[in-house]
């Protein structure tokens, strides 16, 4: 058996222990408490010192494109390796690879790199399964996606997309038609639902939550609005799906808390009416993470959207509207710290355990607790990765 010690401050699920320390054994987490409190460990035993920074759990990342001059739907093992290795160096532990809206085979291919890649062979972060996100959006509201194929939800295709085993969530604009159709496969399946890129009403929400849609993708951006609705009809004031995010109770909800997508007080609006068990931090982050400023391309490289990496964000060309980040969880993380003052146990947690809830892995992952996976970082005390650590293996080392 292979045993390791880890010593830090330890961030749990609901606080910081101090003088903390975690015993491992075989890639899983034996032991955990207050250092000289806890059986002793074997003799020979690794041990991992954190000093006076932290130890906490693996990120898990919901949302994410790309990273390093790869998007996940260039759909080649190369692209899957090069964005998993990146995202580790991040602090993400375990991903859910994100489509865009892609042509038909684009999307097959990326479906297929993603089997391959959940099944193992990862250099870096581990695959949980695929996000179908894309291309069943409101064409007007497909934010930085390629247009040309944005389009409604039909059975002969999706079918192929389910059928591959490996879509763990998928995202579906709920006005469009087919959309009960497709959510209703897709939970028959087991698939956690997600509504996206939509000009929903709030009507409209309520029943795609009677379908089983139980999350909404990046909360205020590429969504209806009141301003919006308004202007389809001047009177009653009527809701959207932003209203309706709030409002559900059943509906769970991610942000991008890179600094440039939203302003402290949104971040804590939804955090006050979901709570951080039902707020997730995601990165949404393309291919232009860790890379120069320039132009990149959104998807796939035969299609893609193009778009312009300036002043730490994806902005698209002529700057008139945000394409995504470019930024890992890392930062994700002491950017919500630092945007609204809110203590670190409880940014951590939106960023590990409530996404790995989310989509159904909280046994497994997403908090250091006895009998999870070993998924473990060790942090500096301003929150920045020094090693990560995949089931008890250290696959990045500053």
């Given amino acids: 058996m292979v045993h390791a010690i880890f010593r830090g401050r330890l961030i749990l699920a609901d606080r910081v222990l101090d003088d903390g320390e975690i015993h491992v054994s075989d890639g899983r987490i034996a032991a955990v408490g207050k250092r000289g409190e806890l059986a002793p460990p074997p003799e020979g035993a690794a041990v991992v010192d954190a000093g006076n920074g932290y130890l906490g759990p693996g990120y898990v990342d919901l949302h994410v494109h790309g990273g390093a001059g790869a998007d996940f739907m260039d759909g080649s093992h190369e692209a899957f390796a090069t964005v998993l290795a990146a995202h580790a160096r991040h602090g993400t532990t375990s991903i859910v690879p994100t489509t865009t809206a892609a042509g038909h085979e684009q999307i ?146 991610e942000v991008i808390a890179d600094g440039k997508h939203l302003s402290a007080d949104l971040l804590l609006l939804a955090l006050k009416l979901k709570g951080c068990d039902r707020l997730a931090l995601v990165t949404d982050c393309n291919r232009a993470l860790d890379m120069p400023e320039g132009e990149y391309l959104f998807g796939p490289l035969a299609g893609g959207e193009p778009f312009v990496h300036e002043d730490g964000v994806g902005k698209m060309p002529g700057g008139a509207a945000l394409a995504s980040s470019v930024r890992g969880m890392d930062h994700m993380v002491r950017t919500f710290v630092r945007m609204t003052g809110r203590p670190v146990w409880e940014a951590v947690r939106m960023a590990s355990l409530t996404p790995a809830a989310i989509v159904g892995h909280e046994r497994e992952i997403g908090s250091i607790a006895v009998g999870k996976r070993a998924d473990l970082l060790v942090l500096d005390d301003d929150l920045r990765v020094q090693q990560v650590f995949v089931h008890g293996k250290c696959v990045f080392l500053l």
């Fill in 108 to 253: 097959l291919a990326m479906l297929a790199c993603c089997g391959h890649f959940r099944d193992g062979n990862s250099p870096g972060a581990r695959v949980l399964g695929a996000h179908l996100y894309g291309p069943y959006f409101r064409y007007e509201a497909r934010g930085c996606h390629p247009a040309a194929p944005v389009r409604p939800p039909v059975a002969d295709e999706y079918r192929q997309y389910l059928e591959s085993g490996v879509v763990l969530t998928a995202s579906i604009a709920p006005e469009l038609p087919g959309a009960e159709s497709f959510t209703r496969d897709c939970r028959d399946r087991g698939i956690f639902m997600n509504a996206g890129h939509t000009h929903a009403t709030f009507d409209q929400m309520a029943e795609a939550v009677r379908w089983g849609v139980r999350h909404v993708d990046h909360l205020y951006c590429a969504m209806s609005d009141k301003s919006k609705l308004r202007q389809q009809q001047p009177y009653p004031m009527r809701g959207g799906v932003l209203e309706a995010t709030l409002y559900f109770d059943e509906l769970t909800t």
